[in-house]
């Protein structure tokens, strides 16, 4: 079973995300809060396997709960699920730790794959989003910055396809290797370039031209 967190401030539209939510039955909304400090609360007393956040919540909102998180139980997984389409607002997300920036009119059958996606390790953006992000990421990349050098020619491969959103699964397939192995080659390639986790790898392929 995944135990999800939501973390939304209006009661009628929580509600209709958990109905969504648990259309899948291998998931559950296991708690509810009304804030980002309800959430950051709910966190130090139960486990959660993912925890969706809105972004504008009273109290503490959503980027400030996604960063305190992030930072206590760096191996959570967090999904932004907000109104606004807005590229600051999902850069903003990416770089609080989050592994996905949904938007609240998105089918049920989207988000259960958005959710899914997140906890196999991938970066989840509806196309419409990434249509916005992706660009901004791509002009913040210094033009002439090389690779690390002491990158393997597999670990090249695996940066690749997590800059593509692939998940471990989805890696392992492509790269004819077991799911364990590409989790100890992404630790190892985290570690060599001193990145928090893969939503910054991913932005590290990006940055870098590998997709």
């Given at each position: 079973m995944i135990d999800i967190l939501l973390a939304e401030?209006?009661?009628?539209?929580?509600?209709?995300?958990?109905?969504?939510?648990?259309?899948?039955?291998?998931?559950?909304?296991?708690?509810?809060?009304?804030n980002g400090k309800e959430a950051v609360d709910f966190c130090e007393t139960h486990?959660?396997?993912?925890?969706?956040l809105d972004i504008r919540m009273p109290i503490m909102d959503g980027l400030t709960a996604a960063r305190e998180i992030h930072r206590l139980w760096?191996?959570?997984?967090?999904?932004?699920?907000?109104?606004f389409n807005d590229d600051d607002y999902a850069l903003e997300a990416l770089r609080a730790g989050a592994s996905?920036?949904?938007?609240k009119d998105a089918e049920a059958d989207e988000l259960i794959r958005s959710i899914r996606s997140?906890?196999?390790?991938?970066?989840?953006?509806?196309?419409?989003?990434?249509?916005?992000v992706l660009p901004r990421l791509l002009n913040q990349a210094p033009v002439k910055e090389e690779v690390d050098p002491s990158l393997t020619p597999r670990e090249v491969e695996i940066?690749?396809?997590?800059?593509?959103?692939?998940?471990?699964?989805?890696?392992a397939s492509e790269l004819c290797l077991s799911v364990g192995t590409v989790k100890n080659h992404i630790s190892v390639?985290?570690?060599?370039?001193?990145?928090?986790?893969?939503?910054?790898?991913?932005?590290?392929?990006?940055?870098?031209?590998?997709?």
């Open positions: 401030d209006q009661g009628m539209v929580r509600q209709g995300l958990k109905m969504m939510i648990e259309t899948d039955t291998d998931i559950r909304v296991l708690k509810e809060a009304k486990h959660f396997d993912m925890v969706i760096p191996d959570r997984k967090i999904l932004m699920l907000t109104t996905g920036y949904m938007l997140c906890l196999a390790g991938g970066v989840s953006l509806q196309d419409h989003v990434a249509a916005k940066i690749v396809r997590v800059g593509n959103g692939r998940n471990n699964q989805e890696v390639i985290l570690d060599k370039l001193a990145l928090r986790d893969r939503t910054q790898l991913a932005i590290y392929a990006i940055r870098h031209h590998l997709v």
